[in-house]
T-cell receptor, first 115, second 117 residues
């Protein structure tokens, strides 16, 4: 596997279910991100992890819970979601350094549908 | 807070022709980066081109070039000799060069580009 991978690619869940999205990066990066992409809206940054520490949480509802056990893996735990949470969830990674322009590499996304 | 505006929800271009996608942004910062990302249907988002705000020279990557007008806060993407594989959503994005905002990409809503054979 190369680059940034995400599983599953598609997920359908009920509002009472608990599920998790997984992201893995094979690029040696030290920062990882979760984005939400909804139709006709700009990509929204949800969470940022830098060196496994969460540095940004853009007022995301608590029904979304991130976990970053190491610099290569990132999870998004989902519980009691709402239909408006249906979207494409993108994971990205980058190399944070003093001289880097910090290009973010994206995974293919998980298409989530909440019934 | 920074905002990024892409005023063209959809564009189309004939194969082999040239098309320009528009992007404007709002910021009070002087040092930042600008990006164009491409998202083909059902495929991963990839970086097309980037521009550092302190550089006056416009960035170029093969058939892709930008027109960066810092005073006007404008950052358009020109695609020359359009190919069928250029069909995709194109997103303009902004990132601060330092501070907490240097982790965050602010995206526009995107422009859907169709290429007509």
């Amino acid at each position: 596997e190369t680059g940034v991978t995400q599983t599953p690619r598609h997920l359908v869940m009920g509002m009472t279910n608990k599920k998790s999205l997984k992201c893995e990066q094979h690029l040696g990066h030290n920062a990882m991100y979760w984005y939400k992409q909804s139709a006709k809206k700009p990509l929204e940054l949800m969470f940022v992890y830098n060196f496994k520490e969460q540095t940004e949480n853009n007022s995301v509802p608590s029904r979304f819970s991130p976990e970053c056990p190491n610099s290569s893996h990132l999870f998004l735990h989902l519980h009691t979601l709402q239909p408006e949470d249906s979207a494409l969830y993108l994971c990205a990674s980058s190399l944070i350094s003093g001289s880097s322009y910090n290009e973010q590499f994206f995974g293919p996304g998980t298409r989530l549908t909440v019934l | 807070a920074q905002t990024v505006t892409q005023s063209q929800p959809e564009m189309s271009v004939q194969e082999a022709e040239t098309v320009t996608l528009s992007c404007t942004y709002d910021t009070s910062e002087s040092d930042y980066y600008l990006f164009w990302y491409k998202q083909p249907p059902s495929r991963q988002m990839i970086l097309v081109i980037r521009q550092e705000a302190y550089k006056q020279q416009n960035a170029t990557e093969n058939r892709f070039s930008v027109n960066f007008q810092k005073a006007a806060k404008s950052f358009s993407l020109k695609i020359s000799d359009s190919q069928l594989g250029d069909a995709a959503m194109y997103f303009c994005a902004y990132r601060s060069a330092r501070g907490a905002g240097s982790y965050q990409l602010t995206f526009g809503k995107g422009t859907k580009l169709s290429v007509i054979p």
